[in-house]
């Protein structure tokens, strides 16, 4: 329990806003005696920065892109790397490489529906750097697996890869 500053009421710390700088950690304040107050903060901040400020901002960046396609391109590139990078090290099951043939080289490795209806989820999620943000903003969930463009590719035309054909075979 705890006495608002305001209202002098005891409440729960759960119907105080979680301030950091606080000792106990929470605000002086109950949520409902410092509600107006941030409706106040935030209309005050949404008029300070009207909206033509906010355009200019964005021509600014836009202006930046066309003066440097080159550089703006290289970092996109470099971006969806690091996002490629992130998504396959939650994927990878003991390391980055293809769960069928365990090729590890980066360039060659994608991600892989193992339902097999990557068609149908790319019309929704979209493919390439667009799976990779969708998977990332979703929590990695199940259902993908990390494989080599040759046995993703093999999967999609043939039903399974010939590596798993060879290997049951020597089994």
Not at 13 to 37: L, N, Q
Not at 67 to 84: A, D, S, T, V
Not at 125 to 138: E, I, S
Request: charged letters at 35%.
């Amino acid at each position: 329990m705890k006495q608002c500053c305001r209202c002098k009421k005891l409440k729960q710390e759960t119907e105080f806003w979680i301030d950091k700088r606080a000792k106990d950690g929470f605000d002086s304040a109950c949520k409902e005696c410092r509600e107006p107050v941030r409706k106040a903060y935030y209309h005050r901040m949404k008029n300070k920065y009207p909206e033509k400020m906010r355009e200019k901002a964005r021509e600014g960046s836009a202006r930046w892109r066309k003066k440097n396609p080159e550089r703006n391109k290289q970092l996109g590139r470099e971006f969806h790397k690091r996002e490629k990078l992130m998504v396959f090290e939650k994927y990878g099951i003991n390391g980055i490489k293809c769960a069928c043939c365990g090729e590890i080289e980066f360039k060659f490795l994608c991600i892989d529906h193992i339902d097999g209806c990557g068609k149908e989820k790319r019309k929704i999620q979209g493919g390439g750097p667009k799976l990779y943000h969708w998977l990332k903003k979703n929590n990695y969930p199940k259902g993908f697996q990390i494989l080599c463009h040759n046995c993703n590719m093999a999967k999609g035309f043939y039903g399974e890869c010939p590596h798993k054909q060879r290997s049951e075979l020597n089994n």
